[in-house]
């Protein structure tokens, strides 16, 4: 069974930066897709950045402000943001998918506020 468990959350001012992180043992990164979503309050969740292999696809809305990364040898994949803004504020998930595969974390909560 895997389990993916995120953390790094919390309150930031505008403005800030946070690193989210996934742990995802058991997760062979080469084969997975793996990625990062978040749902606000009254929202549907939403893709926010993906990663499969060395190529990367983010959201328009956070394009040039986070950045997905992996490291292979913890198992580990991490959502840095930066320039955050009180709209990125939401419930975040990780995610990993291959074929008909498809995991996810518990999330980790990220409130943007002054």
């Known amino acids: 069974q895997v389990q993916l468990v995120e953390s790094g959350g919390g309150l930031v001012q505008p403005g800030g930066s946070l690193r989210l992180s996934c742990a995802a043992p058991?997760?062979?990164?080469?084969?997975?897709?793996m990625g990062w979503y978040r749902q606000a309050p009254g929202k549907q969740r939403e893709l926010v950045a993906t990663?499969?292999?060395?190529?990367?696809n983010y959201a328009d809305s956070v394009n040039g402000r986070f950045t997905i990364s992996k490291d292979n040898a913890k198992s580990t994949m991490y959502l840095q943001m930066n320039t955050l803004k009180p709209e990125d504020t939401a419930v975040y998930y990780c995610?990993?998918?291959?074929?008909?595969?498809?995991?996810w974390g518990q999330g980790t909560q990220v409130t943007v506020s002054s």
């Open positions: 995610n990993a998918r291959w074929h008909t595969l498809d995991f």
């Open positions: 058991g997760i062979i990164f080469s084969l997975y897709t």
């Open positions: 990663m499969t292999g060395d190529s990367t």
